[in-house]
C-alpha cells in the first residue's frame, strides 16, 4: 500500500470486500478467498499492462517528436500452442495465430499473384487451405465461441458448464467443432496447425474483468502521482458509464470481457498489417537439449506445420518456385549452349531461350519467360545443374591436363639440367682426387725420410730418461726405507712412552691409597680422642648438629630430586619437539653464484696454495709460539643454557629446537634487507649439515661461502650461529659433524656478540663434538680477551688442515739478512701482533711500536694495515674467480684484492711468494737497522702445549 501511495488498510478492505449500491445506500459484502485472489490477480495484471503501455507512449514520445513519421514496427506473438491441458490463453493464443495465418496466407497469395502478373506469365489459380470457417467459428457474432462466452459472462448466476452446453447445441454439428462423446469438460477446435482440445473449467472466471470501480477509484486517488496517472482513463471511462446508468432510468452499462478486448485488439492489429509492408520471420528450434547441428524431425515438421510453413511451400511449388533474372541465368548456364557472349549482352532473353532448348526442357510448362525474369519448375533446375556440373567437370580436367603437361615438360628440362652440372662436378671431382693422391705420396716420402732422422734421435734421449728413472726409483726406494725405520723407531718410542706413563700412573695410585688409609686412621685416632676428654653436654651438643644437617641434607636432596623430575620433563617436551618432519636438504635452492662455484670445483679448480703444500703436514723443529690473551674459563651454570638464550632473544617466541623445514623468518630481528638473506643462508646450513653429497673441495666451498656472508653482514653472524645451535639439537653424528665443522670455521673467521657469547660457550663445553670442542672454546675465549672485529675473509686451507689436525697454524718468516724464523699464530692473529713478536725476538723492546707485515711484489711493496688479520693474505689467495667480496674494502683488503689480480695476471706469483727470496710478506719496523723483506711460508704446528725444543714431535708444516 505504501508502494502504490495509498493506506495498506483501505486497500485490504477494497480487495476483501465487494460494495454496492442499492437505492442510495453503501453496502459492503466479504468476499470469499477465491474471489479476493481473483481481484488480487485483477490488480496486479492491471498495474503491469497499464505501467507497460506507459513505457511505450513515453518512449514513443520521445523518439518521434514529428506529427508525421514513417516507423518500423515489430510483432512477436506466441506460437501455436497445443497442451496436454489447454485453458482460455491457449484459446486466445490460437485465435491470434488463426488470424495471422490467414493474413499470411492472403498475403503470400497476392505476392504471387502480384509477381506472375508483373512478369506476364500465364497461370492458372492456385488453391490454398482457407481458414476462414474456423475464425467464423471463434469469433463470428452473435454464435461464435467467444460471443457466447461473453454473453454468458455477463450473467451471474452462469456457469463454465452452461456455457459448454450452449455451444454443444449452437456448433455440435459444425465440421471444425469436435464434441467429446464423453463429458468431460472439454471441447475441441480444428485448427490450420491441428485439433486442439480446450477445458473450459474458469473460462467465465477468466474472461471477467474482475478490477472493480471501487477499486479503480481508490488507485486514481494514489498520492504517487504515475500511479493515479495509470488509471486516469479508467476513471474517466467509469465516470462516463456511471452518468450514462444514471441518465437510463438505472440502467447499467456492462465493462468489457477479456475476449471481447482480445478480438478488439487483434483486429485493429490485423487493420495496421493490412496497411503496412509486413515481413514474416518464421524461428525453428531445432532440438530441446540446445546443442548443435542436431536436428529432431518429429519437432521441427511440429513447428514447420504450426507456423503455416508447409502451406506456404505448397503454394509456392503449385507454380514456378525458381525465379531468376535473365543475365544472371545466361552468366551461370552459357557454358551449356557454348560461348555466345555477345547473344548474351545484345539480348539475355533470347540467350536464355536458347540455353533451355539446348539442354533439353521437354515441355513449355517446365518454364515461362517473364518480362525480367525466367521462371522454372524445380525438377529443371535440377536438370540444368546437373548438366552445368557435368560440363565444368569435363573443362576442368582439359585444363588439368594441360597444366600438367606443362608442369612435366618443365620439370624435365630442369632435371636435364641439374644432370649436366652434376657430371661436371664429378669430373672435376675425380680429377681432384688423383692429385691429393699423388701429392699424399710425396707427403709420405717426405715423411719417412724424416722420422728416420727422428727416430735416431729419440732411442738416445729414451736411453737417457730410462737412466734416470732408474736412479729416480732407487733413490725413492731408499727414502721409503729410511721412512718407515724412522716410523718404527717413532712407534717403539711412543709405546715405551706410554709404558712409563701407566707405571707413573699405577704408582700414583698406590701413594694415593696409602695416603688415604693413613688418613682414615689420624681420623679415627682424633675422633676416639675427641670422645674420650668431651663431656655428656659436648656429646649433645654434637648430636643436635648432626641432627639439623641431617634435616637440611634431606631438605636438599629432596630439592635437588623435584628438580631432576622437572628436568626430565623438560628433556622429553623437548625431545618431542625435536623431531621434525625432514625435508629432503637436496631439493632446496641454492644462489646462482655458489651453484657456478661449485661447477668450477668439480671440474676439477684448485686452489693455488693447495699446489704448493699448504695442508699437508712436515714436522719443523724450531718455532717461536705466538702469545695469545686467553679469558679465564667462565663459571657455567643452568642461568646461561642456550634455551634461556632463545626465549630472551628469539623473535616471535621460536624455541631452541631443530627445523625440519626452512624458517619463513629469522630467528634473531633483522631488517627487511637482511631478512632474505638470513632465510638463504639458513637453506645453505640444512644442505651442509644433512647434504652427504657434499664432499671434499665442494663441501670446503659451501663452508666458505656461508661464513663469507657473515664476515660481509655483521648482522648475520649472531643469526648463523643460533641457526647452528639449534640445528645441532638432535642431529645425527654425520649431520652434527658438519655442524660442529662448519661452527669452528665461523668462530675461526668472526667472533659472536657479547650478549651471546657466554651462552655459546656454556653449549660448546656441554655438547661440543670431538676436537671441535676445544677448538671452539679456545676461539671463545680470545673473543672474550681481546675485542676483534672479525676477519674479511673465511678460513685458508691451512686453518682448516690445522682443525682437522687438531694442531697449531703456524707461518715461516725470512728476513732478507739471512735470518730465517717460524712462529704461530691463530685466526685473529693481526700483523701489528706477527710483527712485534718476531721483532721482540730479534732483540728488539717488547711493544715497539711500527711494526707490521708488508707484501713485496715486482712493481714494490705493500704494507697491510696493523689491525688486518695475517690469514686473511692466504684466504685470499685460495678464492676462486667470483667468490663473493666482503664490504670493508679498506686497505688491507685493497692489496689482497691487488694480490689476487697480480696471481691471476702471472701465474708464477705463488713461486715467487713462496718459493723465491725476491718476493714474498715481510715484518719490519721503522728502525733502519732491521731488514724489512722476509718470506713467509704456511706451517701447522702441534698442540698450544708443545715445548719449543721440539721435544713432543716438533711443529708440522707443509
Known sequence: GALLGIAPDSLQTCLTNKVTVTRGELFKTPLKIAQALDARDALAKALYSRLFRYIVMQINEIVCQQAKTTSVAILDIFGFEDFTTNSFEQLCINFANENLQFYFNQ??????????????????????????????????????????????????????????????????????????????????????????????????????????????????????????????????????????????????????????????????????????????????????????????????????????????????????????????????????????????????????????????????????????????????????????????????VLIQKNAKAHIYRQRFL????????????????????????????????????????????????????????????????????????????????????RRQEEEARRQAEIARKEAERQRKEMVEKVKKEALAEADQKALEEKERQILATAERHEREASRLQAEAQAMEREAQRIAALAKPTMVDVTTLEMPADLFRLMDKVSAGWQPATAERGVGVLRKFEEVLVLPMDLAPEPELGDAFGFSKYASAFFRDGQDYVMRGVPLERSLLPLGSALEHEALAVFKLVMRFMGDSSLVGATQSMVAKYIVQKACKYPELRDELVSQLACQLRGATDAAASNGWLLMALALTSFPPSAKLLRYLYNLVSTTGHGSYKAYCQRCLRRAASVPCPGRHYPASLLETSALEASKTAALQFDFVDGKCMRSTLDSFSTAEQVAGHLAHARGCPKDSPGWTIALQRQNGMHELAGYDHVLDLISALELPDGFPEGNQPGMAVGTLQRARQQFREAPDFLDKMFGSATTSVAAGGRSPSMVRAVRVLPTVAGGAGADRDGSDGGYLAP
Not at 128 to 153: A, T
Not at 204 to 210: E, M
Not at 235 to 261: C, D, F, H, N, W
Open 107 to 396: 498475403h503470400i497469395f497476392k505476392l504471387e499473384q502480384e509477381e506472375y502478373e508483373r512478369e506476364e506469365i500465364c497461370w492458372s489459380t492456385i488453391s490454398f487451405k482457407d481458414n476462414q470457417p474456423c475464425l467464423d467459428l471463434i469469433c463470428k457474432r452473435p454464435v461464435g465461441l467467444l460471443s457466447i462466452l461473453d454473453d454468458e459472462s455477463n450473467f451471474p448466476k452462469a456457469t463454465d458448464e452452461s456455457f459448454l452446453e450452449k455451444i454443444h447445441q449452437q456448433h455440435g454439428k459444425n465440421q471444425y467443432y469436435i464434441r467429446p462423446r464423453v463429458k468431460n469438460g472439454q471441447f475441441g477446435v480444428h485448427h490450420y496447425a491441428g485439433d486442439v482440445m480446450y477445458t473450459v473449467t474458469m473460462f467465465l472466471d477468466k474472461n471477467r474483468d474482475t478490477l472493480r470501480p471501487d477499486l479503480i477509484e481508490f488507485l486514481h486517488a494514489s498520492t504517487v502521482q504515475l500511479v493515479g496517472k495509470l488509471f486516469e482513463q479508467d476513471y474517466i471511462v467509469l465516470q462516463e458509464m456511471q452518468t450514462m446508468a444514471s441518465g437510463s432510468q438505472g440502467r447499467k452499462k456492462k465493462a468489457p470481457t477479456v475476449a471481447a478486448k482480445f478480438n478488439s485488439s487483434l483486429s485493429e492489429l490485423i487493420s495496421a498489417m493490412s496497411q503496412c509492408h509486413p515481413y514474416f520471420v518464421r524461428c525453428i528450434k531445432p532440438n530441446n537439449e540446445q546443442k548443435p547441428n542436431q536436428f529432431v524431425k518429429a519437432m521441427v515438421m511440429e513447428q514447420l506445420r504450426y507456423s503455416g510453413m508447409l502451406e506456404t511451400i505448397r503454394i509456392r511449388r503449385a507454380g514456378y518456385p525458381t525465379r531468376i533474372k535473365f543475365d544472371v541465368f545466361a552468366r551461370r548456364y552459357l557454358i551449356l549452349a557454348g560461348s555466345d557472349r555477345q547473344l548474351m549482352k545484345n539480348d539475355p532473353k533470347a540467350a536464355c531461350v536458347k540455353i533451355l532448348r539446348h539442354a533439353g526442357s521437354g515441355s513449355d510448362e517446365m518454364f515461362q519467360m517473364g518480362l525480367t525474369k525466367v521462371f522454372m519448375r524445380e525438377s529443371l533446375e535440377q536438370v540444368l545443374e546437373e548438366a552445368r556440373a557435368r560440363t565444368l567437370h569435363k573443362y576442368v
Open 414 to 497: 630442369n632435371m636435364r639440367e641439374a644432370a649436366i652440372c652434376i657430371q661436371g662436378h664429378l669430373r672435376t671431382r675425380n680429377l681432384r682426387r688423383v692429385f691429393k693422391k699423388k701429392r699424399r705420396s710425396a707427403v709420405a716420402i717426405q715423411s719417412k725420410w724424416r722420422m728416420f732422422h727422428q727416430r735416431r734421435l729419440y732411442i738416445v734421449l729414451r736411453d737417457a730418461e730410462r737412466e734416470r728413472k732408474r736412479k729416480a726409483e732407487e733413490e725413492r726406494k731408499r727414502q721409503e726405507e729410511e721412512r718407515k725405520r724412522q716410523e718404527e723407531e717413532k712407534r717403539r718410542q711412543e709405546e715405551e712412552k
